[in-house]
C-alpha cells in the first residue's frame, strides 16, 4: 500500500488567508495563483486541498460567517424584534469598520446571493414569531428582514466608502428610527 505524502500546510491557514484576500478584493479579484502567493503553498496542493477556487470561497465565507461576520447569530437571540434589527445593524457597523474592508458577503460570487436570502428568510422567521407574540402588528416580516438586511450591506459599502465606525453607528440609530411601532 502506497503512503501519501504527508500535507505540508495548514488547510485553515489557507482558508484564512484566502478570507482575507477575497476580503480585499472581492471574488474576481482573488486568483488561486493569489493565494498560493499569500500562503507560501503551492497552485496543485490548493487544488487538492479545495477543488477549486469556488469551493476554496466557500469555506473562506464560512470561516467569516464564524468570525467577523458572525454577529447574525448573536443577534437572532436578542429578546425583542427590535434589539434583533439593532444587533444586526450594530454588528455590521462593527464588523464592517474599522481596519476591516466592508463585507465579504457583498458581491457576486457564487452562493452569496443564496446566503444574503437565507440570511433574510431567518431574520423574517424570527420576525414571524415576534407577530405570533404579538410584539410587532401590520407588517410585512420578509420586507422588514430585507430592509434590515438592506441597511447592513449599505454600512458595508458606506465603510468600503471610507465613512467611520462612529459614522456608520449613527446611520443604524436612524435607520432605527424607522422601525414600526406597535
Not at 155 to 171: D, K, M, N, P, Y
Request: hydrophobic share 40%; glycine share 10%.
Amino acid at each position: 500500500m502506497a503512503v501519501g505524502r504527508p500535507r505540508e500546510f495548514d488547510a485553515g491557514e489557507v482558508e484564512e488567508q484566502a478570507m482575507t484576500l477575497f476580503w480585499d478584493r472581492g471574488f474576481d479579484g482573488v486568483s488561486i495563483s493569489d493565494v498560493s502567493a499569500a500562503t507560501g503553498v503551492n497552485r496543485r496542493s490548493i487544488y487538492a486541498e479545495f477543488g477549486c477556487k469556488e469551493n476554496l470561497f466557500e469555506r473562506a465565507t464560512q470561516r467569516y460567517l464564524a468570525g467577523p461576520g458572525g454577529y447574525l447569530v448573536g443577534a437572532l437571540q436578542q429578546p425583542t424584534a427590535r434589539e434583533v434589527a439593532s444587533a444586526m445593524m450594530h454588528g455590521a457597523a462593527d464588523a464592517v469598520s474599522g481596519d476591516t474592508r466592508g463585507c465579504l458577503t457583498v458581491g457576486n460570487a457564487p452562493g452569496l446571493t443564496e446566503l444574503r436570502d437565507a440570511t433574510a428568510h431567518r431574520l423574517a422567521e424570527r420576525f414571524d414569531a415576534a407577530v405570533a407574540d404579538g410584539e410587532l402588528s401590520g407588517v410585512d416580516t420578509v420586507l422588514l428582514a430585507r430592509w434590515v438586511c438592506a441597511v447592513c450591506q449599505g454600512l458595508s459599502i458606506q465603510a468600503r466608502s471610507g465613512a467611520t465606525r462612529e459614522e456608520l453607528h449613527a446611520v443604524a440609530d436612524l435607520a432605527l428610527a424607522g422601525w414600526p411601532e406597535r
